[in-house]
């Protein structure tokens, strides 16, 4: 994940620019995508940990030549985001204390103004050398044991305490008291002015009234966020992905692939199969916002290390980093042939999948777990055998 990570960030800052990427990190659809096709477990909330530290530990070695800094993490390591926003900003010029500032004012924001049910534990904080960042943080319900995760954006950010947030993933879990609602403004106001008053009797004076009198008309409510809500269950079926989709970066990596990867293609039984990752890959590279109301379907690129829908095909990921890898150093260079080619595979989804048809999730899921084994298939559960077919097929 780190590495792939990695090169997924170079590509994008290298086609659309570090502040492009900084608005994908802020999307939860995307967000959940960019962790599934990186094989994380699609549905889970450990995407966020996962991601946060893939790309601390990928883009450090990178952040003089990319201008882009990871800090914080999860428990301990979120405390030191401050501390090492205070280093980043002596190195390279920026205001560190000032962004240390805005990193403790988010983590107070939704731990205390926004009062949900969920405990933070993880706090990422992403900045450029131009200082424009985003955090991804996380909380965690300890009864329900469900995450909810906040996304933050500096870009077009006025106030701390309204309407903030770039993003929220995770259902509601009860009676929520977010006091950066826009409609909140006067209950703001109203503690600011108690706090200056005079003292407890105000306080009581005013609690008494507010019983006595009617309950004061509502404000507008603020603008809807982005707002993903994961699904329970852990397999990937067809109601999480939008097949046309799918079968649009199938068909799209069966037809550019002889064109654009030939010399990948030589390779046996993998490159076809790493074509079809690609594709996939190249959607989180390049797709529009609204492409990623699917997230489970990117897990089809590489599985999930929880066996989900697939074991991760260790083979394919390594050739996937490989092919972007390469593509993103001759770009550098100014040879844009293999970027250029993942580019044009993803434009080729978006054509072929209005009319293209194709296989089943079903049918797919279990065409991996036939050839996993070929195909260096992992998962926590160790590596993956032969199958009960294919070992009765070779004794015939």
Not at 119 to 132: A, P, R
Not at 165 to 176: K, T
Not at 282 to 288: L, N, T
Request: charged share 25%; net charge neutral; hydrophobic share 40%.
């Amino acid at each position: 994940m780190t590495r792939l990570g990695a090169v997924m960030c170079e590509a994008i800052i290298h086609h659309y620019g570090r502040d492009e990427l900084l608005r994908r990190l802020a999307h939860p659809f995307w967000f959940q995508s960019f962790g599934a096709v990186m094989g994380m477990d699609w549905h889970s909330s450990g995407i966020t940990t996962s991601v946060v530290g893939a790309l601390k530990r990928g883009l450090s070695p990178l952040s003089g030549e990319l201008g882009i800094h990871v800090c914080g993490g999860r428990g301990a390591h979120s405390r030191k985001t401050p501390h090492e926003l205070a280093l980043i900003g002596e190195r390279v010029g920026l205001d560190g204390q000032g962004l240390a500032t805005a990193s403790r004012l988010v983590a107070k924001v939704d731990s205390a103004a926004v009062q949900d049910g969920f405990d933070l534990y993880l706090h990422g904080f992403i900045v450029t050398d131009d200082g424009k960042w985003v955090v991804v943080q996380q909380g965690m319900n300890g009864d329900s044991k469900v995450a909810r995760r906040y996304h933050w954006l500096s870009e077009g950010l006025k106030s701390f305490v309204d309407q903030p947030h770039a993003a929220i993933e995770g259902a509601n879990q009860g009676e929520i008291v977010n006091l950066t609602d826009r409609r909140a403004e006067a209950s703001r106001q109203g503690q600011l002015d108690l706090l200056h008053g005079l003292g407890p009797d105000r306080i009581v004076r005013e609690l008494a009234a507010l019983e006595r009198g009617s309950a004061p008309a509502p404000e507008p409510a603020q603008k809807l966020l982005p707002h993903l809500v994961m699904p329970a269950h852990h397999d990937v079926r067809e109601s999480d992905v939008v097949m046309r989709r799918l079968h649009g970066n199938i068909a799209a990596a069966a037809e550019r692939g002889p064109t654009d990867f030939a010399e990948l293609l030589l390779v046996p039984n993998v490159g076809a199969r790493t074509v079809r990752a690609l594709a996939l890959v190249a959607e989180v590279v390049h797709g529009a916002p609204c492409r990623f109301s699917d997230p489970g379907r990117f897990s089809l690129a590489h599985g999930g290390k929880d066996r989900h829908p697939f074991p991760v095909p260790l083979k394919v990921y390594d050739e996937t980093i490989g092919v972007l890898k390469s593509a993103v150093h001759k770009a550098r260079l100014g040879r844009d042939e293999e970027i250029g080619a993942l580019r044009r595979l993803d434009d080729q989804s978006r054509q072929v999948e209005r009319y293209v048809t194709g296989p089943s999730l079903k049918e797919i899921v279990a065409g991996e777990f036939e050839q996993s084994h070929l195909l260096g298939g992992r998962s926590v559960f160790g590596w993956e055998g032969v199958p009960e077919t294919a070992a009765v097929k070779s004794t015939k």
